[in-house]
């Protein structure tokens, strides 16, 4: 079921796509601020590198060091190249493809250059969303090079380069083709919605975390909605680091998963539920939680402890929205809309929560 929910949201987002750019990207380009081990910045000049025949007419958007190799972020990668590594991709290649051929920089498919051998891709969408325009990305590492900190580096190195347009608007081909128009709206955030899964892919979300991403939420099936730039609205990170513990516990053996259980009660604790983005990740954690550990004593024990020692205003709002009862309206740090969240507590959530509820009564 988890990965049936999983699998929609990919095609939701997959046909969610907009009119072609006509921004460019030049061949001189700098890194600006740290990665992951040892990476230094420098300034790209107008040399030609002798590659394979399928890398043939990139174009280098910046470069750097990592780990001692020469890594370069590029673009106009050949139709040909995807297709032959579409056994390597999370994705259809035809959405690859798709992409390649209308989108034009920021946006689009790069790739990760690491001593004359592209690495991975990096597809970035740029998406109308409930009046928002987002930059949804999606990342591939070929094979052999995943695990090697490639990963982040590719999420790091496009976030720089796609950030410089957040806030602002983006000149696109108008609807006719014919001449060019403003987008509806700025650019608002780059959106990943990171398949974390409870803790079993927790290596992922690990990895945009340190590309610079934040957490919004957590929504049902365990998907992690992550943005960047990171700003107050996003997850702390004291919150954020006792996710991952609980992920590093989710992603071992299954006897000792029950490790995790006061590292999540402790998001629960830290959580607004005057923000519907707070609301979703109570909903889905609880969700997974009940249906995990609910048998257990020690599990049965630590919610009761979760619940007698809320404030009095959460309790009240829990109380509220297990009656479908809805509160007053309250300012929103992250619009729901723009995630595309409920933002509600499902029925089974709702049950279970009134049962303990009661019990304080």
């Known amino acids: 079921m988890v990965r049936k929910r999983i699998n929609k949201v990919k095609k939701i987002f997959s046909n969610a796509l907009l009119l072609p750019l ?30 394979p025949a399928e890398q043939a007419g990139l174009t ?18 050949n139709n040909s190249f995807i297709e032959s590594h ?42 109308y969303q409930n009046g928002y325009l987002l930059a949804l990305v999606q990342t591939d590492i070929f094979g ?11 999420r790091k190195l496009t976030a720089i380069e796609v950030g410089k347009i957040v806030g602002k608007f983006v000149r696109i081909k108008s609807a006719s083709g014919e001449g060019e128009e403003l987008t509806k709206f700025p650019l608002s955030y780059l959106f990943s919605i990171n398949e974390w899964d409870y803790g079993k892919n927790g290596a992922s979300t690990n990895s945009s975390l340190k590309a ?49 259980i006061p590292f999540l009660f402790k998001i629960l604790n830290d959580l607004d539920l005057t923000q519907k983005t707070e609301v979703e990740t109570l909903n889905s954690l609880t969700s997974f939680m009940d249906n995990r550990f609910g048998s257990g004593p020690d599990y049965q024990r630590t919610f009761d402890e979760y619940i007698n020692g809320m404030s009095k205003n959460n309790l009240e709002l829990l109380s509220k929205m297990t009656k479908g ?37």
Not at 27 to 36: D, G, L, P
Not at 336 to 344: E, H, M, N
């Open 212 to 260: 610079g991403y934040g957490i919004a939420c957590i929504s049902e099936g365990g998907l992690v909605n992550m943005l960047f730039p990171k700003n107050e609205s996003l997850w702390g990170e004291e919150r954020t680091k006792n996710l991952m513990s609980a992920s590093r516990i989710l992603g071992g053996w299954a006897e000792h998963h029950r490790e995790a």
């Open 60 to 77: 280098v958007v910046s470069e750097c060091l990592y780990e001692g190799k020469t890594c370069r972020l590029v673009t106009n990668i």
């Open 325 to 361: 009862i809805t509160s007053a309206e309250v300012v929103q740090k992250i619009p729901p809309d723009l995630l595309r969240i409920r933002g509600t507590l499902s029925e089974a959530v709702k049950d279970r929560l009134s049962q303990r509820l009661d019990r304080f009564k």
């Open 86 to 127: 579409s056994s390597d991709l999370h994705l259809n290649p035809q959405v690859y493809l798709k992409l390649n051929n209308w989108a034009i920089a920021p946006f689009g498919v790069y790739g990760l250059e690491v001593d004359g051998l592209i690495v991975g891709l990096h597809r970035i969408t740029p998406i």
């Open 22 to 51: 006509v921004m460019t990207v030049g061949h001189k380009s700098a890194v600006a601020s740290e990665v992951v081990g040892t990476l230094e910045s420098k300034e790209m000049g107008e040399r030609q590198q002798a590659l």
């Open 144 to 154: 052999k090079y995943r695990a090697s900190g490639y990963g982040t580096l590719l």
